[in-house]
């Protein structure tokens, strides 16, 4: 076996140099912890479940978080540390994964955690009636997974993966009994987590709070302290609108609050009664993603009028007020190891081109409200934008998308805004010309083959629908290799041809997080790697 210092060289120790300099730093705004008291935290997104396996929500990380944790935490240049799992190793191959557990943890329900109650997670997953699309992702490719003792587990792979160290450190682990409850796919109490909090209440629509857990004692050397966290209670509020978030803070209803508008971001920077904190997200933008398989945007020269038709500098602008980052890449900036920043500026907004596109696929006519037309159809192409991920100010910025594609080209989008069920149907049956979205994962590439793999082979996300063999071909070939610059140049290939070549989409801005609190909030900041706004287990209340 390689061990894990053996196998990432000397990257554990610049980690272990980086975790303590970011912790000296985190330390120095936390002198005398202050123990007790209640947090309330104003949260833009309600979670569409309490069950961290089966929630896709970014936004939802925030609150989960304080209940369920994973085998590993990341640093923040992307290396890992002990959580859950005190140690852990490859072998030669590439192919099997060993764990060993800490001994000394133990699930809100009472349960203790061991390697039998890991793999039970883990073979969940693999069940497509728990999971549903889960199941095709990087857990398909485990072949086998055991408790070998009782705090350590072998995971089996069938070919070597590169991003699965990634993957695994993405499952949060339920305690056994969680599976057998009846609130499994809701989640909720006896869905049972190993977190520094306890699910107290939930007030659907309105509320969720949580209770320190007085036994919690295995964060990992990421956290700022050990132990139980400060807080008596953390309380999130559901306040959907960015105006009402912005008030309860400014009025002191509320502690904290998290995703604030361009057009409110002055009302905290530099004012010394708040502190306020951004950070742009790893995964991918936020992005309109064209349906290559039917309807109008089935035509490339569609998908590239398209492209061309949106002024996105323009329009980030004029919406985020300079807040926001404008997108190019199939991943973030923040994706250090693998986003290619050549792509920027290859390809854009022309309102020629995307007239001279249109004309050679055949819509040549207008009607009296200047939309094109062709045989006697107009080029209308409808945009489902799921409102369990309407935030942001998105729907502004959809309808300066809709207004500049009719003006800069004259193609009609409609708008419509639907619920999880409607989403999660039309999805399914490809009932959609364009799906806008952003996910928030790991680095290493991982979200590149949950978008671009057949749906049928892991690409539970692959929106666009492509099912391009070169797409699938270069991804599996990355996937076997554990050569960074390798893959780095095959996503590179892939990304040209997925947004220059073939237009499956049109990023548009760069997703970010952030967060406004009362000068007397401390601790409070983001994840070191993923960017994500932290959980509360560092935070204490000052006075």
């Known amino acids: ?53 089966l929630n896709g929500q970014a936004k939802a990380k925030l609150i989960l978080r304080n209940t369920y944790e994973s085998l590993l935490a990341r640093t923040p240049d992307g290396g890992y540390v002990p959580w859950l799992a005190k140690d852990y190793a490859i072998s030669e191959d590439g192919r099997t994964y060993t764990f060993t557990l800490r001994d000394d ?15 039970l997670n883990i073979l969940k997953l693999k069940e497509p009636l728990y999971s549903g699309s889960i199941s095709a992702g990087h857990v398909a ?17 069938d070919r070597v993966y590169a991003p699965f160290l990634d993957g695994i450190t993405w499952i949060d682990i339920l305690a056994p009994k969680s ?57 999130y509020r559901f306040l959907s609108e960015s105006a009402v978030r912005s008030g309860a803070l400014t009025s002191g209803q509320v502690d904290v609050i998290e995703g604030i508008p361009g057009n409110d971001a002055e009302l905290f920077k530099n004012n010394p009664d708040f502190t306020y904190q951004s950070a742009i997200n790893t995964g991918t933008p936020y992005t309109l993603y064209f ?22 500098d323009r329009t980030i602008k004029s919406v985020y007020r ?22 920027e500026g290859s390809y854009g907004f022309d309102p020629k081109l995307a007239n001279k596109l249109l004309d050679e696929a055949g819509w040549t006519s207008r009607d009296a409200d200047g939309i094109r037309t062709k045989d006697g159809k107009r080029l209308t192409i409808d945009i489902m934008q799921s409102q369990a991920t309407l935030r942001d100010q998105r729907d502004i910025l959809l309808q300066a998308v809709q207004a500049q594609a009719r003006q800069n080209a004259g193609i009609e989008l409609t708008l419509q805004y639907v619920d999880s069920g409607t989403y999660a149907n039309r999805d399914k049956d490809g009932q959609y010309g364009i799906l806008p979205n952003s996910t928030t994962l790991q680095q290493n590439g991982l979200t590149i083959y949950f978008h671009y793999l ?34 780095f140049e095959i996503y590179a290939k892939l990304q040209r041809f997925v947004l220059v070549e073939q237009a499956y989409g049109l990023p548009l801005y760069v997703p970010d997080d952030e967060v406004a609190a009362s000068n007397r909030v401390k601790g409070v900041g983001f994840r070191p790697f993923r ?6 287990y560092d935070i204490w209340l000052q006075g």
């Open 1 to 53: 076996m390689v061990t894990r210092r053996d196998f990432l060289g000397g990257t554990a120790i610049v980690a272990l140099s980086i975790v303590t300099n970011w912790q000296s730093a985190h330390a120095a705004v936390q002198d005398a912890p202050v123990h007790g008291g209640t947090l309330t935290w104003g949260v833009e997104s309600e979670p569409s479940t309490l069950n961290p396996h």
């Open 105 to 119: 943890v133990t699930f809100s329900n009472g349960e203790a955690l061991d390697a039998e109650a890991v793999a």
């Open 141 to 157: 490719r485990i072949s086998s997974v055991k408790a070998v003792e009782r705090h350590k587990l072998v995971i089996t792979l």
């Open 179 to 235: 599976f057998a409850s009846s609130q499994l796919k809701s989640g909720g109490a006896e869905v049972a987590g190993t977190g520094p909090f306890i699910l107290d209440k939930y007030i659907k629509g309105q509320e969720i709070s949580f209770v320190r857990n007085p036994a919690y004692k295995w964060a990992p050397a990421t956290a700022a302290h050990q132990g139980p966290a400060y807080l008596d209670k953390v309380v």
């Open 291 to 312: 349906n290559s398989t039917s309807g109008q945007t089935a035509d490339v020269r569609v998908r590239k009028a398209l492209q061309a038709a949106i002024d996105v």
């Open 322 to 343: 300079g807040e926001r980052q404008r997108a190019w890449g199939v991943l973030t900036p923040a994706d250090t190891d693998f986003y290619d920043k050549s792509i």
């Open 454 to 487: 057949p749906r049928n082979k892991g690409g539970s996300i692959n929106y666009s629908r492509t099912e391009a063999p070169e797409v699938a071909a270069w991804l599996d070939e990355a996937a076997s290799t554990l050569d960074a610059k390798k893959r």
């Open 531 to 536: 960017r994500l706004p932290e959980n509360a």
